[in-house]
């Protein structure tokens, strides 16, 4: 029998410059969604990469005096430093400078053109450099966007235009219906009531070549290039070998993750290609907040970035993941603090966790005693309430559940107090939070997967999986000495 599969992408990062903070949020969700799925013996595939076309690469290789092509490679090389120092385990890293990519963009122009769902046109649209994205006069404040505090700029110029105002209807009852699923709800009800209120426009997918060179020529007009959204767009079914390799294995995505941002041309764009191009459309679409600094959105364009390697090699991996989850609501804005950081690190990861891990392997002394599971400990576990959180996309309220369970431990100890038992009722307490401390360890495997691996190592626990995580298959056998989990921060 075929395994289920689960197919999960991130949004292709723009590689104008380095990956930020923001960037390592979208792709730490998706690092703990397939981790999660492999555990439950599921047939995984993980879709992250790069954007690296259009006129701000093509002006930023160009004030740095080097070729588009050199620019980029050094930038992606930064994107995947990051996600080695996260351990972000991708299946594929796309870009699209990739020769199949860029063969594949032109095939699905070509079709689009020769469907006559590509016309050449005159376009006239405000348009917002940071964003690279054309905007409605109902979206800006004051003249400007409302993310990038910068005025417009007001583009009419001669170009192939694909027609999006034909799926407008389509579009609308595939969202109300969830056959086209955007979570969380606020969202799904945003791009309703714009589908209502607005009617989309055919929209600009060329530019002439004269002015945006770095980018997919048009293969039935060689004097313009494609947009970069299109090209980026497209990724997602070029990154599994569309039309051919592993495309019809895993495709439609089951998860495609993304902030809040880029929610509406992937709520009307990117479907309606699709649609065009006869294909299924993803599952589902989940939209999360941003994270700011001081009230403002965390961007490149801002100058308020965080780089994600220097916090790893401050705190470590597992710390900066647990706390990106942990701290913030999916679906809600939140403000990155390092001393909020901090907190958590000295309060949850070192005091409970940390804690939790030393008692046990000291009260056991270096040995796993043959026992029973006390099934008043187990009762306390929400293992039916944490695996559902983690299907509907709530990691924070997972972790939060499987933190009360660790809270329940450390108190379990205080209650029993093992140290003044003896005999039989000493190892059934022992083992039962030796048995309880291995299903924490594999429900936090993919939220802090290092960790796990030293719980899992220092107690000689098995691979985790899903399938295991259920009270009285520990074995009893020797506990090795180990370092402490989570040193405190002063």
Known sequence: MAKKKFYVTTPIYYVNDVPHIGHSYTTIIADILARWHKMLGEDVFFLTGTDEHGIKIQQSAEKSKKKPQEFVDNIVDSYKKAWQALNIQYDNFIRTTDPDHIKAVQKVLQELYDKKLIYKGKYEACYCAGCEQYKLKSELEDGKCPLHKKEVEIRKEEAYLFRLSKFQNELRKLIETDKYQIVPKERKNEILSFLTKEKLQDISISRPKEEVYWAIELPFDKKHTCYVWVDAFLNYITG??????????????????????????????????????????P?????????????????????????????????????????IIRHIPLGQDGD???????????????????????????????????????????????FTEICSHINHIELDKSLAEIFSFIDACN???????????????????????????????????????????????????????????????????????????FEKIE
């Open 411 to 485: 108190e379990y100890v205080q209650e029993k107090h093992p140290w003044n038992l003896e005999g039989k009722e000493k190892d059934d307490v022992l083992y039962s939070l030796v048995d309880s401390m291995r299903i924490i360890s594999i429900l936090l495997s993919p939220f802090i997967p290092f960790t796990s691996e030293r719980i899992n190592d220092q107690f000689n626990f098995a691979k985790p999986e899903i399938k295991n995580a259920v009270f009285g298959k520990t074995k009893s056998g020797k506990i090795k000495k180990g370092e402490i989990l």
């Open 336 to 382: 990155f603090s390092e001393e909020a950081l901090k907190e958590r690190h000295n309060g949850e990861l070192a005091n409970k966790l940390g804690n939790l891990v030393s008692r046990i392997a000291g009260l056991c002394k270096e040995k796993i005693p043959k026992g029973t599971i006390d099934s008043d400990l187990a009762g306390k576990l929400k």
């Open 240 to 281: 599994i070998g569309w039309p051919d390799g592993k495309f019809k294995d895993y495709w439609p995505a089951d998860v495609q993750l993304m902030s809040k941002d880029i929610l509406r041309v992937h709520a009307t764009i990117w479907p309606a290609i699709l649609l065009a191009l006869d294909l299924e459309l």
């Open 283 to 323: 599952k589902k679409l989940f939209i999360h907040g941003f994270f700011t600094a001081n009230g403002l959105k965390i961007s490149k364009s801002l100058g308020n970035a965080i780089d994600p390697i220097a916090l790893v090699d401050k705190y470590n991996s597992d710390v900066v993941r647990y706390f």
